[in-house]
Nanobody
Framework: VQLQASGGGLVQAGGSLRLSCVASGRTFGTYGWFRQAPGKEREFVAANKWRGGSAKYADSVKGRFTIFRDNRDNTLYLQMNGLKPEDTAIYYC????????????????????WGQGTLVTVSS
């Protein structure tokens, strides 16, 4: 199983980026995105069940970020609009085998597989 994230870069505040993550090897129960800002712990960003449904978002990104998956090629996406300097971080995609609900999705222990991270830098 491999998760390969891409799409990070430098963007001005108010701009947009779309992160991608190719998930190869199998299907999963849950997929998500986390991020780690400099000097901070890794935190939850967004997640959803593999088969779809109501996504879960961190309050800090709700209304600006959208998580979705392309069924055709098992690519996971995080569409980020209205970026702010405080969104600057390394973003990680993750996938887990176990089923989940919106209550458990933010828990990092739910996820068995992690991508290598892609850096997003938002300038003011």
């Amino acid at each position: 199983v491999q998760l390969q994230a891409s799409g990070g870069g430098l963007v001005q505040a108010g701009g947009s980026l779309r992160l991608s993550c190719v998930a190869s090897g199998r299907t999963f129960g849950t997929y998500g995105w986390f991020r780690q800002a400099p000097g901070k712990e890794r935190e939850f960003v967004a997640a959803n069940k593999w088969r779809g449904g109501s996504a879960k978002y961190a309050d800090s990104v709700k209304g600006r970020f959208t998580i979705f998956r392309d069924n055709r090629d098992n690519t996971l996406y995080l569409q980020m609009n209205g970026l702010k300097p405080e969104d600057t971080a390394i973003y990680y995609c993750a996938a887990g085998s176990r089923p989940s609900n919106t209550g458990s999705m933010p828990r990092q222990e739910l996820y068995d597989y992690w991508g290598q991270g892609t850096l997003v830098t938002v300038s003011s």
